[in-house]
């Protein structure tokens, strides 16, 4: 593929990426506000935009295989983990901003357990199997990932077990 269409599809990639996640936020909370249509026509344009991101990534071809989409994935965990949120911590620290920091460590915590199942998994495809994990649960405020049993308290924000969704 040429560089510049390469590059306008990356760059529609993360759009339609970011719109399927935007939509899908304000569609919660539509939900949340007691306006189920609303929530409704937002999932749904949410869905499109999905739709819409997976034609470019599979156009860019990004989409592999079981071993190569595993090692995808931890190199993004690894790039979270090792730069771009410490980065994003140094600069939110020094700005003073709590929300940024809260967050920003949230997520760092949260990409570290992540790394460690997608190696994991890939250590299973490797030996031509199927991962075999117990139940994986995530914390729905901020997104603690644990696999087994829910803690009783979320170690990172301390809510109780009862919000964290199993996989």
């Not at 249509?37 to 071809?61: C, W």
């Not at 730069?83 to 809260?102: H, I």
Request: charged share 30%; glycine share 6%.
């Amino acid at each position: 593929m040429r560089k510049m269409t390469e590059s306008f599809l990356r760059a529609a990639f993360a759009g339609e990426s970011q719109a399927h996640m935007k939509y899908t936020i304000f569609a919660d909370k539509a939900e949340k506000d007691g306006r189920s249509n609303t929530a409704r026509l937002f999932r749904a344009i949410a869905y499109a935009e999905r739709i819409h991101a997976t034609n470019h990534f599979k156009a860019l071809g990004d989409l592999l295989g079981g071993v190569e989409n595993l090692e995808a994935a931890i190199a993004g965990e690894d790039f979270e983990v090792e730069e771009m949120y410490p980065a994003y911590d140094a600069v939110a620290r020094l700005q003073a901003e709590k929300g940024a920091m809260k967050s920003v460590h949230w997520a760092l915590e949260a990409e570290k357990v992540h790394r460690t199942l997608y190696e994991t998994a890939r250590e299973a495809e490797m030996k031509g199997s199927d991962s075999s994990f117990k139940a994986i649960h995530i914390c729905a405020e901020c997104g603690h990932t644990v696999e087994g049993e829910a803690p009783e308290r979320c170690p990172l924000c301390g809510k109780p077990k009862e919000i964290f969704k199993s996989f």
